[in-house]
């Protein structure tokens, strides 16, 4: 089942999940491909991107963006390609990264459309390691975490696209960098492919013990995106005025309960009290949105000198979406989780 | 039983308490009056600072500060006389704010000593707004919590050492102030004489009602000091941006065990991450004592200005330490919490 320019294929959010979202809560539906009207483009979505933070919008619990209509494509950015234009800033054949949503056309008056230069790298690379993921691995560590050279950098989904970003910027910047990743193979491509110092396998029931072996001088900055159990291993670790920016929770994301007692949250807080340790969260583009040029000009550098490598993980097919995301939530993705919906 | 010049009655950690101290975990022990030895000088105490920190100090666990040995003074900050001075920096009848402890004497060699003028107002202000209590406020409200005209500022022990002054420095920034007290005189204070917007009674069982009733718009800095259900009637009510500085929690210090489940720490990282708030603990000297100078001239001015009221709750005799300090940790207290050691 290919995209077609005759038909567009939408993923709907079909029920809100309970738990771990399930192939039932997705609903592909066929209906016509819009057009554009005056000063409107047409886009076709050729790389879909997927990521954690979309678990969020399938809930109506309240956040920091409204949710998912049900009945109503899932959101997500694209890279995608002006098919039509009634709009003087966009010409046919242009690639714009846009917020299409899973779905093969979308139509937009040009509002928050970027450019993109086929020219420079992989275009989807402006879903990953030179966007939304690489932008906040970077804001997040550089400006909340402020690492210094010689300090311990600790990242959990270390081979992700976060993650493996953090951990290499970290690396830049002189820090000992520790990851932690779901299995043998992906530690070890942080180790041997993306430079960590280490890399421990969260599967193990010695996590505490052996993420406390790979930190010896404990640990001064840790780029929070998982929370759970990594998280109580990390807490004991922390050193004297650790900073702890928080960029993701994806351990929590499918849960329907809280974990059972006692209430560890004093435990939490006497840390931040004794510790002095700074905990900030943050949502990229709200917070530093008006940075992104000084991210894309030192990512452009180091991708162009090799400092930054950067591992997608590519399904094919839209339809394939709901099982790859299911998956991403569980941690089968290696590398940043990108559908490919049209060859070009 | 008064101050002599023949002997040094000393308060000894008996005991490491079990939950709240009691009584029988101190122990007055009366000892010779030391002699200043070369460069040395002797003091005498005649204000001591009874603060919530010393909780922490006579428990084991792993702290930023090492433990009070059993057998030994319980630490304090003083306010103390120069009896007799080996040491040409000090003369006799200087006054000092010292970290003497809990005794009538004690030997110097100078170091951390910090004169005192008896002509600016009264010299136990040393241990209350012009010192640590003043200075935590201070630098944890206007660095950490930065808060802006019109914004909505929280404050727990609303009419302590510390809450007293964070909301008062937020008045004077132009924010709307919202104190929480034990019980209705204390909240008619910090409403009528500090000058609070409203002030709400923690013991009410409607607690988080009340709160969000006096925070219409949300909270945008909380100041943390106490901790447990307080913090939890403020989490909800945290804004976008909030800006949490962790100076105590009073509420769990004498907690044996943690509170049932279930574990509440991912309602409190959620809310960090979706409403990116930072979250920050400090301690006062660790983390500012440079910028004593600046406060010291910023607080004196607004005593000067009658701009800053400050309370003292003032306990006669060495010998009522203990109780002094176990009802500090009941919120018995009403105001800074001081011994007067001797008269004068």
């Known amino acids: 089942m290919t995209q077609t320019t005759t038909q567009n294929r939408q993923i709907q959010l079909a029920a809100r999940p309970v738990g771990a979202p399930k ?19 047409l886009l076709r979505t050729v790389y879909l991107s997927l990521d954690p933070y979309m678990r969020g919008r399938m809930s109506d619990a309240a956040s920091y963006a409204a949710p998912v209509a049900v009945g109503t494509p899932m959101v997500a950015g694209t890279v995608s390609r002006v098919e039509a234009s009634n709009n003087p800033k966009f010409a046919v054949g242009d690639w714009v990264l846009a917020y299409a949503g899973w779905q093969d056309y979308a139509v937009s008056d040009g509002t928050g459309l970027t450019k993109l230069d086929p020219n ?13 993921p690489g932008f906040t691995a970077y804001m997040g560590l550089l400006d909340i975490g402020a690492p210094k050279a010689g300090e311990t950098v600790v990242v959990a989904a270390a081979t992700g696209a976060v993650g493996s970003v953090v951990g290499q910027i970290a690396k830049i910047k002189g820090c000992r960098v520790v990851g932690i990743a779901g299995g043998a193979e992906k530690c070890r491509f942080a180790v041997e492919e993306l430079g960590f110092d280490a890399c421990i396998d969260h599967h193990s029931p010695k996590l505490p013990a052996l993420l406390a072996a790979a930190c010896p001088k404990g640990i001064d900055v840790y780029f929070e995106n998982v929370g759970g159990k990594v998280f109580e291993a990390v807490l004991p670790l922390l050193n004297t005025s650790a900073r702890v920016p928080v960029c993701g929770l994806i351990a929590h994301y499918n849960a329907t309960t809280l974990p059972d007692g006692p209430d560890r949250t004093p435990v939490l807080m006497r840390n931040l009290l004794t510790k002095r340790i700074r905990m900030q969260g943050f949502i990229i583009f709200d917070d530093y949105g008006h940075r992104y040029p000084e991210f894309a000009k030192d990512m452009g550098q180091w991708l162009a000198q090799g400092k930054i490598k950067f591992r997608e993980d590519i399904v094919d097919g839209l339809e394939n979406a709901p099982q790859a995301f299911i998956g991403l939530l569980e941690g089968k993705n290696f590398g940043k989780l990108i559908v490919r919906v049209a060859n070009d």
């Open 120 to 132: 420079i790298g992989p275009l989807s690379y402006a879903l990953g390691v030179m966007g939304m």
């Open 23 to 41: 192939a039932a809560d997705f609903k592909l539906v066929t209906t016509p491909v819009p057009s554009a009207g005056a000063c409107e483009v």
